[in-house]
C-alpha cells in the first residue's frame, strides 16, 4: 500500500524545453556551488587552525574562536545545504536562476580571493617571515569582537 505524497511534495518537471533547460543550468550552478563551498570549507579549516586567518563571516569567526572544527563544519555544510536545497525546490523559475548566478559569481570571487591569499602566505613564507605572518594572522583572529 502506498501513500500519496503531499500536493506540495510533488516533483514537477518541467514542461517546455526553455524550463528544462532552466533546470539543467540551475542544477549544474548548484554543482559549482558545492564544490566551490567544499574548497571554501578545506581551506578555511586549513588556514584558521594551522597559521591563523581573518575570518570575516562572524558565526565562522566565532567558531574559529572557539576551536569548533566540527561546529564551523556543520555550518558551512548546512549553509551549502540549505542553499542547494531551496534552489532545488525552485529551480524552473527564472529568479532561481538568477540567483544561482549570482551565487556563483559570489563562490568564484572567494575563490579567486583564496588563490591570491595563498600567493601573498606563500610569498611571505619564501621570505622567511614565517614566525611574522603567523603572528600577525593570530593576532588578527584574535582582536575580532565578540558578538
Same mark, same amino acid.
Given at each position: 500500500?502506498?501513500?500519496?505524497?503531499?500536493? !506540495?511534495?510533488?516533483?514537477?518537471?518541467? *514542461?517546455?524545453?526553455?524550463?528544462?533547460?532552466?533546470?539543467?543550468?540551475?542544477?549544474?550552478?548548484?554543482?559549482?556551488?558545492?564544490?566551490?563551498?567544499?574548497?571554501?570549507?578545506?581551506?578555511? =579549516?586549513?588556514?584558521? %587552525? !594551522?597559521?591563523?586567518?581573518?575570518?570575516?563571516?562572524?558565526?565562522?569567526?566565532?567558531?574559529?574562536? &572557539? &576551536?569548533?572544527?566540527?561546529?564551523?563544519?556543520? %555550518?558551512?555544510?548546512? !549553509? =551549502?545545504? =540549505?542553499? +542547494?536545497?531551496?534552489?532545488?525546490? +525552485?529551480?524552473?523559475?527564472? %529568479?532561481?536562476?538568477?540567483?544561482?548566478?549570482?551565487?556563483?559569481?559570489?563562490? +568564484?570571487?572567494?575563490?579567486? *580571493?583564496?588563490?591570491?591569499? &595563498?600567493?601573498?602566505?606563500? *610569498?611571505?613564507?619564501?621570505?622567511? &617571515?614565517?614566525?611574522?605572518?603567523?603572528?600577525?594572522?593570530?593576532?588578527?583572529?584574535?582582536?575580532?569582537?565578540?558578538?
Amino acid at each position: 500500500m502506498s501513500v500519496p505524497l503531499a500536493s !506540495s511534495s510533488v516533483l514537477i518537471l518541467p *514542461h517546455t524545453p526553455a524550463e528544462r533547460a532552466r533546470s539543467r543550468r540551475v542544477m549544474l550552478l548548484m554543482a559549482v556551488l558545492v564544490v566551490l563551498g567544499i574548497g571554501d570549507l578545506a581551506l578555511t =579549516i586549513t588556514h584558521a %587552525f !594551522s597559521i591563523g586567518m581573518n575570518e570575516v563571516n562572524p558565526v565562522g569567526s566565532y567558531l574559529i574562536r &572557539n &576551536n569548533s572544527v566540527l561546529g564551523l563544519t556543520l %555550518f558551512k555544510l548546512g !549553509s =551549502i545545504g =540549505i542553499t +542547494v536545497g531551496l534552489l532545488l525546490k +525552485v529551480r524552473h523559475q527564472r %529568479f532561481a536562476e538568477a540567483a544561482s548566478w549570482m551565487l556563483a559569481a559570489v563562490m +568564484v570571487t572567494l575563490t579567486f *580571493h583564496w588563490y591570491q591569499y &595563498n600567493l601573498d602566505l606563500a *610569498h611571505e613564507l619564501a621570505s622567511n &617571515n614565517y614566525a611574522q605572518v603567523s603572528q600577525v594572522m593570530r593576532v588578527v583572529v584574535a582582536d575580532v569582537p565578540t558578538p
